[in-house]
């Protein structure tokens, strides 16, 4: 598993941006998918994470209504949507997965991490 993620940028407040991460060996291996992130002078935290099937779900609370998570056709990519964003969305966001289908909260929870984009969002 090599996960690469990419397409972050710097927008403006309420702009939209999507980002995406690759497993390019694509083991196929890998079930749950997830996106974390670390704004500036702050630890990493959760941002969403997504099952094998796309049918399980899990959003941090500041980015409900606001994030879609998803994965494409082939299973070996995982997209983030990005609306309506916020200058405290700033950070770098990194993807990481797993073996297990479950899409779960915690960094230490996943196996595979990529090397993470920055997103950057003014006021």
């Known amino acids: 598993v090599q996960l690469q993620a990419y397409g972050g940028g710097l927008v403006q407040a309420g702009d939209s941006l999507r980002i995406s991460c690759t497993d390019s060996?694509?083991?196929?291996?890998?079930?749950?998918m997830a996106w974390f992130r670390q704004p500036p002078g702050k630890d990493r935290e959760f941002v969403a994470a997504?099952?094998?099937?796309?049918?399980?779900?899990l959003y941090a609370d500041a980015v409900k209504g606001r994030f879609t998570i998803s994965r494409g056709s082939t299973k070996v990519t995982s997209y983030l949507q990005m609306n309506n964003l916020k200058p405290e969305d700033t950070a770098v966001y990194y993807c990481?997965?797993?073996?297990?289908?479950?899409?779960?909260?915690?960094?230490?929870?996943?196996?595979?991490w990529g090397s993470g984009t920055l997103v950057t969002v003014s006021s």
């Open positions: 060996r694509r083991a196929f291996s890998v079930l749950a």
């Open positions: 990481a997965a797993d073996d297990r289908n479950r899409p779960l909260t915690r960094s230490d929870d996943y196996s595979y």
């Open positions: 997504i099952n094998y099937r796309g049918d399980r779900k």
